[in-house]
């Protein structure tokens, strides 16, 4: 085993929000208002909102996903969620990354998302 694979190993793949911050409450609710146009849920609920990291200057940066590569609104989702976040008081900028790594699954999503979708 090298170094690099050692580091890797036990690191979660996906990074810890930053749920201490006194913005992460609202920031979560600006994410509940956006959803995916063909799934009656929001995305915050869906699972698709990886990380919410906020700075101690009240930068923001989310990393998310999508339900599929090609989800018709690839293009478009990260600046919804942009166009959410950015009014909320308090937050400095906003930053949004789309990842693929790890890729969305059904166990993603929370338990509200679920009975939603009629799977409990």
């Known amino acids: 085993m090298t170094d690099s694979q050692a580091k890797l190993e036990g690191t979660p793949l996906i990074e810890p929000s930053t ?3 006194p913005l992460y409450d609202g920031v979560v609710e ?4 956006v959803f995916d146009p063909e799934i009656p849920v929001n ?26 590569p090609g989800c ?16 909320v008081a308090g937050v400095k900028s906003v930053d949004v990354e789309l990842t693929w790594e790890p890729q969305w699954g ?6 509200e998302a679920r009975l939603e979708l009629g799977f409990m």
Do not use: Q
Not at 44 to 67: A, H, Q, R
Not at 72 to 87: C, H, K, N, Q, R
Not at 106 to 111: A, E, G, T, Y
């Open 43 to 68: 995305i915050f609920d869906l699972g698709l909102v990886y990380t919410i990291k906020i700075s101690d200057e009240n930068d923001v940066k989310i990393i998310m996903t999508l339900t599929a």
């Open 19 to 21: 749920t201490d911050h």
């Open 72 to 87: 018709p609104v690839a293009g478009e989702m990260p600046g919804w969620l942009y166009d959410a976040i950015s009014p």
């Open 106 to 111: 059904m166990d993603m999503m929370s338990d």
């Open 30 to 33: 600006a994410c509940r208002t």
